[in-house]
Antibody, heavy 119, light 106 residues
Framework: QVQLQESGPGLVKPSQTLSLTCAIS??????????WNWIRQSPSRGLEWLGR?????????DYAVSLKSRITITPDTSKNRFSLQLNSVTPEDTAIYFC?????????WGQGILVTVSS | DIQMTQSPSSLSASVGDRVTITCRAS??????LNWYQQKPGKAPKLLIY???GFRSGVPSRFSGSGSGTDFTLTITSLQPDDFATYYC?????????FGQGTTLEI
């Protein structure tokens, strides 16, 4: 059974960088068939897909256009996990952040982590 | 981006009822449409993939249909555990996008 677990700080100051990690068990971040996604949820934005990383003989990333200048998703093959970095955060980035397995539909999700952007 | 519009936004029903939730895409997505159920404080749970694909372990009272731009999720004989929020999601092109949700209330 695939399990995903998010971790990281629950409070980030405005203008700083939000950094989260998703640990994978039961599957591999280097899988040739899966993709590893970050999704967030807030009352104002609903469910919002942020981006994904995946391996198809080499590593690829796709990002939401609205975040493209601020977001980086990075695989860590040594620890079988992947990470999210979101730069220059504002209170609008306050949300529950989920990691999920793709590539098209999301069949396994982490439990989510609430990240609040506040000074 | 492909916009996904669900209707209704909320729905009141009773145990034993049959309900239908609709999802419309702003452009054609073939059958690249997935449905999720979410309960408070939990992550969404995949119910249906590729418009009508049954996920193992999901009760057979859940079914999906549609193609192109119009899709439906049908729940026959509502059970108490089914009262939740339901989302559609298109997987045709990035950015992958979700509907705004339909809350099913008793």
């Amino acid at each position: 059974q695939v399990q995903l677990q998010e971790s990281g700080p629950g409070l980030v100051k405005p203008s700083q960088t939000l950094s989260l990690t998703c640990a994978i068990s039961g599957d591999g971040v280097s899988s040739n068939t899966d993709a590893w996604n970050w999704i967030r949820q807030s009352p104002s934005r609903g469910l919002e897909w942020l981006g994904r990383t995946y391996y198809r003989s080499k590593w690829f990333n796709d990002y939401a256009v609205s975040l493209k200048s601020r977001i980086t998703i990075t695989p860590d093959t040594s620890k079988n996990r992947f990470s999210l970095q979101l730069n220059s955060v504002t209170p609008e980035d306050t949300a529950i952040y989920f990691c999920a397995r793709g590539p098209s539909y999301f069949d396994f999700w982490g439990q989510g982590i609430l990240v609040t952007v506040s000074s | 981006d492909i916009q996904m519009t669900q209707s209704p936004s909320s729905l009141s029903a009773s145990v034993g009822d049959r309900v239908t939730i609709t999802c419309r895409a702003s452009q054609t997505i073939n059958v690249a449409l997935n449905w999720y159920q979410q309960k408070p404080g939990k992550a969404p749970k995949l119910l249906i993939y590729a418009a009508s694909g049954f996920r193992s372990g999901v009760p057979s009272r859940f079914s999906g249909s549609g193609s192109g731009t119009d899709f439906t999720l049908t729940i026959t004989s509502l059970q108490p555990d089914d009262f939740a929020t339901y989302y559609c999601q298109q997987s045709s092109i990035t950015p992958l996008t979700f509907g705004q949700g339909t809350t099913l209330e008793i």
